[in-house]
């Protein structure tokens, strides 16, 4: 398990509220986060990067859920 992973499922479900949703959001971010590690610029924060990934992933669920309803 990443040692971000806590970190990034504290900030969710606060947020989401809802523990399946949120482990789908974490899920779904790491995934992305796995696949595009290549463009984490080493002099960054890994950390801030993961971060930003669940944020995004966050958002899009939070954006899909208001327009579907």
Do not use: C
């Not at 990443?2 to 970190?7: A, L, R």
């Not at 992305?32 to 992933?57: E, F, G, M, Y």
């Amino acid at each position: 398990m990443s040692p971000f992973y806590h970190f990034s499922y504290r900030e969710v479900i606060i947020l989401i509220k809802d523990h399946a949703l949120a482990e789908d959001i974490i899920q779904e971010a790491f995934l992305k986060a796995t696949a595009k590690r290549h463009q984490l610029n080493h002099a960054a924060s890994a950390k801030q990067w993961i971060r930003r990934i669940v944020r995004n992933q966050m958002l899009d669920i939070i954006r899909k859920k208001i327009i579907i309803g």
